[in-house]
């Protein structure tokens, strides 16, 4: 919804995604792929998309035209690209991994200097909660092309709509 209502389109968009191929990581490809945006993702090795999830991500994108091209190189990632999205090295769940995570993710922040790499008009996202230092440079949520708090309203609405359709189903077959 972020992406749409910043940009005005999806398809033909290029995403980048810096990190992780966790959760959020495979949720994106799947809906870059089904909505037409390209998608690039930069992970270390040993942290890649699911493999069932990445091949039905090339199915769908084989009907919609949608490219998904995999790196371990952070700045060839975000080259040209409309959004640059990241999210935690280290989830919950995984603090017992996380020194290890932030020695295996050096190199993969996400800062004023990587975004520079991107097309002019970028946007810069998030799911949050962020941490400074690690998956982001400090003062990046403030960045201009920073959308991580629309971002997060957007969130929000989705939520309530979802949960109120949600109900209105469950008192329908209650009646």
């Not at 403030?142 to 989705?158: C, K, M, W």
Request: hydrophobic share 35%; glycine share 8%; charged share 25%.
């Amino acid at each position: 919804m972020t992406i749409y209502e910043k940009k005005g389109e999806l398809r033909g968009l290029t995403l980048a995604y810096i990190g992780d191929g966790n959760n959020v990581a495979n949720s994106l490809l799947l809906a870059c792929s089904q909505t037409g945006i390209d998608f690039q993702i930069a992970s270390p090795a040993g942290y890649e998309l699911q493999k069932e999830i990445l091949q039905t991500a090339k199915e769908i994108a084989d009907k919609t035209g949608s490219k998904i091209t995999l790196t371990d190189n952070p700045r060839q990632s975000v080259k040209d690209a409309d959004i640059v999205y990241t999210d935690v090295w280290t989830s919950m769940g995984q603090e017992t991994e996380g020194e290890k995570r932030r020695t295996d993710f050096s190199g993969f922040q996400v800062g004023a200097g990587l975004l520079s790499l991107a097309k002019k008009e970028v946007i810069f996202m998030h799911p949050l909660p962020a941490h400074h230092g690690e998956e982001i440079a400090a003062g990046l949520l403030d960045h201009p092309g920073s959308v991580v708090f629309d971002q997060a309203e957007n969130r929000l609405h989705i939520q309530k709509a979802l949960l109120a359709t949600l109900f209105q189903d469950n008192r329908r077959e209650n009646q």
